[in-house]
T-cell receptor
Framework: EAGVAQSPRYKIIEKRQSVAFWCNPISGHATLYWYQQILGQGPKLLIQFQNNGVVDDSQLPKDRFSAERLKGVDSTLKIQPAKLEDSAVYLC??????????????FGSGTRLTVV | KQEVTQIPAALSVPEGENLVLNCSFTDSAIYNLQWFRQDPGKGLTSLLLIQSSQREQTSGRLNASLDKSSGRSTLYIAASQPGDSATYLCAVKVVTGGFKTIFGAGTRLFVKA
């Protein structure tokens, strides 16, 4: 099966600019996750979707971050405006369902964002 | 609040050595525990998934154990190779207002040829 696809792989922007990341999960996976991984740390969940509904966005900085999964398949994560501390790898992952917790995750390769 | 700790933060071993990576978690009420490998600049690759009712899982040279009561998991790598050099992360899935997965910060492994 095809894996989780993410684009772009790398992005460099200036602070206060906007940026968007795209993710296409594994076909048939209902749950999609966006994680932020700062250098030297483990991934931190930003938002979790079940189909096109938000399950958890408690750690998403909503004043500058937004995400959508309009048709329950692809997802876009946006940062507007970016800050220096947003420099990180943004990882997308998918799993069969939020209601089937004994399944693991499959991750994409990530997007490395550098804010200068 | 569940916290996941991985010790050591970094490890350097000569090729061929057997090694153990440690993961500890503060709340034993977990659904499963997953070990991942992360290569520099890449995403996470799942290595092993241990359900809460299981004690261990094996895949090739890798063996992961789980002791829920003590809040510990270990990843054993036999006969290490330079290609095993990567960061290894463990993650636990818990139920706290819904299912959440909490990651450790990882152990960075370097295997010297």
């Amino acid at each position: 099966e095809a894996g989780v696809a993410q684009s772009p792989r790398y992005k460099i922007i200036e602070k206060r600019q906007s940026v968007a990341f795209w993710c296409n999960p594994i076909s048939g996976h209902a749950t999609l996750y966006w994680y932020q991984q700062i250098l030297g740390q483990g991934p931190k969940l930003l938002i979790q979707f079940q189909n096109n509904g938000v399950v958890d966005d408690s750690q998403l900085p909503k004043d500058r971050f937004s995400a959508e999964r309009l048709k329950g398949v692809d997802s876009t994560l946006k940062i507007q405006p970016a800050k220096l501390e947003d420099s990180a790898v943004y990882l997308c992952a998918s799993s069969p369902s939020s209601y089937r917790p004994n399944y693991g995750y499959t991750f994409g390769s990530g997007t490395r964002l550098t804010v200068v | 609040k569940q916290e996941v700790t991985q010790i050591p933060a970094a490890l350097s071993v000569p090729e061929g050595e057997n090694l153990v990576l440690n993961c500890s978690f503060t709340d034993s009420a977990i659904y499963n525990l997953q070990w991942f490998r992360q290569d520099p600049g890449k995403g996470l690759t799942s290595l092993l998934l241990i359900q809460s009712s299981q004690r261990e899982q094996t895949s090739g040279r890798l063996n992961a154990s789980l002791d829920k009561s003590s809040g510990r998991s270990t990843l054993y790598i036999a006969a290490s190779q330079p290609g095993d050099s990567a960061t290894y992360l463990c993650a636990v899935k818990v139920v706290t207002g819904g299912f959440k997965t909490i990651f450790g910060a990882g152990t960075r492994l370097f295997v010297k040829a």
